[in-house]
């Protein structure tokens, strides 16, 4: 493996490289845009290809044992994943799609761009603040990408559950800017112990190179014309990075413009234009590769249906995925009856006798969907066609058991979007119980000397856990307590003095 990156590093860098594979990278945090101007709780440096990046300077320091963590001051990310945000610069008012989304570092990181204009909406009836389709094709990650996503307090977002064919078919042409965090074969994780060393075996790197041009054929039936592809591993392979982008501009001639941010250009490769490394043992990362196209062209796909790469490795699944759709077509009579606005899908809940919206506050500026077990709501300025209405959308309340709950994502919505009946504002040391899974004592009166509990609000059984005025998540009074109802996978504990 190393005598394939003569090409890209001299030969007095290789043993600097394999040593740097044995090391554990630095720890990095990106900052949310509100915060990005306030100090860290650790001593930390700029990532210099992220303005919103810090490397964390002590290699001792957790990050995630900080207060500002828990109540979402930062993201815990590596550097070098950051190098695909800075080559997409997102901007609000686009539609964009994160292909392979979870666990959400990209995702999240993207939705917070797109939602800045959650700080000042806009009062145009015809504006659209963009929003973000995330991906994840492996059910089981599904859960960790929705809570990154929910983490924000941003309800520009949709999620699906889907192989990258499928997702094509049902949004065609459809988004400004298409980020694909491929699948590779890891080499950059090896220092993480996330990978072990058949991360550099060629048969490894062969496969993921196949399965990632699958990936890309299907990735650019997604973009408009001008959209941008965001093509990212966490590998060193030619053959999964700059060869991916070869392999398009041979395919599609005349198509791709290179995206050659001067930013950037201290990262550029050798090899192709548009493309872009960090190394660990030159840079404070695990090692990263990202490239940027624009399209400027017509793809003229539909012509092609017939490619060999386009059908063959997809044929079986989309078979199978016909036999879903067909299901699903059976059911949207059902679903487009509650797709109405959201006085109409809330009045539904109350006409039931189900008061607990009633108990936790009513939400606004959403546009709502309620099926059988679940409300769930986007901002209501983006425009809802079949595809999206068809969509997993992030869920206010569930009904489980007959009984209707509030979910965290509307915990800790942001003000835009909710404004809970009543807040119970933690102390530190609450907190870190509440992380815990613990109960919360309730105390004797509003106020103490230590950590008060702030109640001035109706004497609802729901509220919304809050420290430093940060919403963390949903409690229930029990009348001597607090009983916790964070979401399990927000547990955690705060190892802070």
């Excluded at 949004?171 to 298409?178: E, G, L, Y």
């Excluded at 982008?245 to 090899?271: K, M, R, T, V, Y």
Aim: hydrophobic share 40%; with cysteine.
């Amino acid at each position: 493996m190393i005598s394939s990156l003569l090409r890209l590093l001299p030969s007095h860098e290789h043993s600097s490289l394999t040593k740097s594979l044995t090391e554990y990278p630095p720890r990095a945090i990106r900052l949310r845009p509100l915060k990005a101007s306030i100090p860290t709780p650790m001593a930390s440096r700029p990532v210099p290809w992220f303005s919103r990046g810090r490397i964390v300077e002590c290699s001792t320091v957790r990050p995630s044992q900080f207060l500002e963590y828990a109540t979402g001051d930062y993201y815990i990310q590596d550097a070098g994943s950051m190098l695909a945000l800075a080559l997409l610069n997102a901007r609000p008012g686009e539609a964009i799609c994160d292909l392979c989304a979870s666990p959400g570092g990209k995702a999240s990181a993207i939705l917070e761009s797109l939602s800045e204009v959650d700080q000042q909406v806009s009062q145009d009836p015809n504006f659209s603040g963009g929003w973000l389709l995330a991906n994840e094709p492996i059910r089981t990650r599904m859960a960790i990408l929705e809570y990154a996503l929910a983490r924000t307090g941003h309800l520009r977002f949709v999620t699906l559950n889907q192989d990258p064919s499928q997702v094509a078919l049902r949004f065609p042409a459809r988004f400004d800017a298409v980020v694909v965090d491929a699948p590779c074969s890891g080499q950059a994780l090896v220092a993480n112990d996330k990978h072990d060393e058949n991360a550099f075996d060629q048969r490894v790197i062969d496969h993921s190179a196949a399965r990632q041009q699958r990936i890309l054929l299907q990735a650019i039936r997604l973009l408009k014309p001008g959209g941008r592809l965001i093509y990212s591993t966490c590998t060193f392979a030619i053959e999964e990075n700059e060869s991916q982008i070869d392999f398009l501009l041979s395919a599609f001639p005349g198509l791709w413009e290179p995206i050659q941010p001067d930013s950037l250009s201290p990262w550029e490769s050798p090899i192709t234009a548009g493309c872009y490394r960090v190394w660990p043992h030159r840079d404070p990362s695990a090692g990263a590769f990202a490239a940027g196209l624009r399209l400027v062209g017509e793809l003229g796909l539909e012509k092609e249906q017939d490619a060999k790469e386009l059908t063959r490795s997809i044929a079986a699944r989309e078979r199978k995925q016909d036999q879903r759709d067909k299901f699903q077509r059976g059911n949207s009579d059902r679903l487009k009856k509650s797709d109405r606005l959201k006085s109409k899908a809330i009045e539904s809940v109350l006409s039931d006798d189900l008061q607990i919206l009633n108990q936790v506050g009513l939400p606004a500026r959403l546009r709502t969907k309620l099926t059988d077990d679940r409300l769930s709501a986007i901002a209501d300025d983006i425009p809802v066609d079949q595809a999206i209405f068809d969509s997993r959308w992030p869920e206010l309340l569930q009904n489980s058991g007959g009984r209707w709950e509030p979910r965290h994502a509307l915990a800790i919505a942001n003000s835009n979007y909710f404004h809970p009946h009543r807040k119970i504002e933690l102390s530190d040391n609450q907190l870190r119980s509440y992380l815990a899974g613990e109960a919360i004592a309730k105390l004797a009166s509003s106020s103490t000397s230590s950590g008060a509990i702030i109640d001035e609000s109706p004497q609802t059984p729901w509220c919304v856990a809050t420290c430093r005025g940060v919403p963390i998540g949903w409690m229930k009074d029990a009348g001597n307590r607090f009983n916790n109802h964070l979401v399990k996978i927000g547990h955690q504990n705060l190892g802070i003095s």
